[in-house]
Structure formats: structure tokens, C-alpha cells
């Protein structure tokens, strides 16, 4: 059955440094891949779309790649911030969306 | 422009009952799509509607429907409540499919049964 996991523990960073979230699956071969922030009570926020044939998307202090040999996305926010602090989820795109559980982030000032 | 429009955003309904929760999408979107969120299983898909017609089903039982009317408002309808039905109902609308298109969340209606 399709699977997708996500950073097992919750990632605890310096402010300013980058912070670098992992999406793995199996058993999909999606079209798209979403990244979307989360903040407690609140639904979930868009950042980013990457297709499969792209190797990498940025936008401001946020980069993605995606790896569909390894069935890999990597999140990567770079000069962190307390306010990065959130659940951050990624989204496998083919015929419906399948979510990954979230890795919450809490960037330390 | 308002955002998605989600109602009411808390519920607490006894087992056995039925209830029903309203999406307003962005003006404009046509696709409304329904999420279930738990502690445990995270962010599930229920379905897709597009133009009125339901597109997408997720994995779950019968008891769980949906609608859309011609304004693009959605309904989605869950009868015969179980405990385990308590989650955060979110509905998210995009201007296309809901596919590769940027999909934009509501806060959710917060469902408890009892």
C-alpha cells in the first residue's frame, strides 16, 4: 500500500541556521509534490509545488527537491526563524493527494 | 478576497446522530476538496468535487458523503456518528482540479462525538 513518512521526531533548530525536512514514499508515483506549513488550530498554508520532472524549486529563503529515483523530497528553510515554527506536511499529487504526517519544526532563538 | 469559509467550526454531536459541514470555496474556485485530520492518522482525503460532480473518493466508509451546488459551495454529511468519527474536518478549494493547482485551506470545523 502507498506510504509516505516524514521526519520520525519533531526538529528542534538554532535560529539562522537551515532547517532540512525529509518526505519519503513508496509504493506511489506521483505527478506533483506539495509542500504546506500548518500552525496549531489553523488548516494548512500552500508554499511550494514541485512536478516529477523538476530537480529543485525555490522560493525566497525556501528550496525543495525531489528525487523520484530515490522517492525523496527534501525541505529545506534556510536562516530559520522563530516564527518558522509550525508542522510542515508534504503532499503527493497524482490522481488525489496523499498527505505525509507533518514534522512539527520549533526554531530556537 | 475572503478565504475559504468553513461552518461551524466547532460541533459536538452525540453517537448515532448525523450532522453536516459547510465549505464556502474562494470565489472563483471551482474545486472543493474534504479532509479528515486525527492525532493518530493525520490528514486523510475523503473526496474531490469539481463542478458539482464528486471527481475523487478517499478510503472511507459510506456513511461519509458529500455535495456541491452550482455556487461551488460544498456540503459534506457523515450519518450514524462513532466515536471515532471526533476530528478536524478541513475543506480546501482550488481554481482547477485541486490536482496541480494550489489548494487553499479553511480552518476547519472541529467535530466531537459523544
Known amino acids: 500500500s502507498q506510504k509516505i513518512e516524514q521526519n520520525s521526531e519533531a526538529l528542534n533548530i538554532q535560529e539562522g541556521k537551515t532547517a532540512t525536512l525529509t518526505c519519503n514514499y513508496t509504493n506511489y508515483s506521483p505527478a506533483y509534490l506539495q509542500w504546506y506549513r500548518q500552525d496549531p488550530g489553523r488548516g494548512p498554508v500552500f508554499l511550494l509545488l514541485i512536478r516529477e520532472n523538476e530537480k529543485e524549486k525555490r522560493k525566497e529563503r525556501l528550496k525543495v527537491t525531489f528525487d523520484t529515483t530515490l522517492k525523496q523530497s527534501l525541505f529545506h528553510i534556510t536562516a530559520s526563524q522563530p516564527a518558522d515554527s509550525a508542522t510542515y506536511l508534504c503532499?503527493?499529487?497524482?490522481?488525489?493527494?496523499?498527505f505525509g504526517p507533518g514534522t512539527s519544526l520549533s526554531v530556537i532563538p | 478576497k475572503a478565504g475559504v469559509t468553513q461552518t461551524p467550526r466547532y460541533l459536538i454531536k452525540t453517537r448515532g446522530q448525523q450532522v453536516t459541514l459547510s465549505c464556502s470555496p474562494i470565489s472563483g474556485h471551482r474545486s472543493v476538496s474534504w479532509y479528515q485530520q486525527t492525532p493518530g492518522q493525520g490528514l486523510q482525503f475523503l473526496f474531490e468535487?469539481?463542478?458539482?460532480?464528486q471527481r475523487n473518493k478517499g478510503n472511507f466508509p459510506g456513511r461519509f458523503s458529500g455535495r456541491q451546488f452550482s455556487n461551488s459551495r460544498s456540503e459534506m454529511n457523515v450519518s450514524t456518528l462513532e466515536l471515532g468519527d471526533s476530528a478536524l474536518y478541513l475543506c480546501?478549494?482550488?481554481w482547477g482540479t485541486g490536482i496541480n493547482t494550489e489548494a487553499f485551506f479553511g480552518q476547519g470545523t472541529r467535530l466531537t462525538v459523544v
Open positions: 480546501a478549494s482550488s
Open positions: 503532499a503527493l499529487v497524482h490522481d488525489k493527494v496523499i
Open positions: 468535487y469539481f463542478s458539482e460532480t
